[in-house]
Every structure is written in structure tokens, then in C-alpha cells.
């Protein structure tokens, strides 16, 4: 990820003209990325995961190739986080 700014989750509908409770609805279809809890209650998802869901929805895409983008997204993420050996 060349951007590494954390946008609130409560924001993550904004470029996309959609409220939280979509986010979430999205979340739950395997859609939207999912959050990364930081500390109590709050929620972030890294911009560039928003900004490949927003490429990949105005580039029309299917549902099913949104939800093969957001596993890879997921994937990246749990890689990056991973210990190195």
C-alpha cells in the first residue's frame, strides 16, 4: 500500500455516497473490506483498500470480482502483518 492513512470507519461511505449501515451490509456480503480495530470502539480501513473498492465499482466489476478484490485485500493485509521469519 503506497498510502497508509487510516480512514474512520464512520467516513468509509463518504466516496461512495452511502451510510455506515450500507458499509456494514457491504461488510457482510464480502464486499467491503472489514475494519481494523484500534483501541475501544474504534474502527479504521486503510484508504488504499477504500480507493481499490471505489476503482473496482466504477470500473463496473461484478460481485463476484469485488469479493475476489476484497480476499486479496485481506490477504495483503494479514501478509503485511505477519512476523517476518
Do not use: C, N
Request: charge should be positive; aromatic fraction near 6%; charged fraction near 30%.
Amino acid at each position: 500500500m503506497t498510502d497508509s492513512s487510516l480512514i474512520p470507519i464512520s467516513e468509509a461511505g463518504k466516496p461512495f455516497k452511502v451510510t455506515l449501515r450500507t458499509i456494514q451490509r457491504w461488510q457482510a456480503e464480502e464486499i467491503f473490506p472489514r475494519p481494523i480495530p484500534l483501541g475501544g470502539r474504534k474502527k479504521f480501513i486503510p484508504k488504499p483498500e477504500i480507493d481499490a473498492i471505489y476503482r473496482a465499482r466504477l470500473a463496473e466489476k461484478s460481485v463476484e470480482e469485488i469479493r475476489q478484490l476484497v480476499r486479496d485485500l485481506h490477504a495483503k493485509r494479514a501478509k503485511m502483518a505477519a512476523p517476518s521469519v
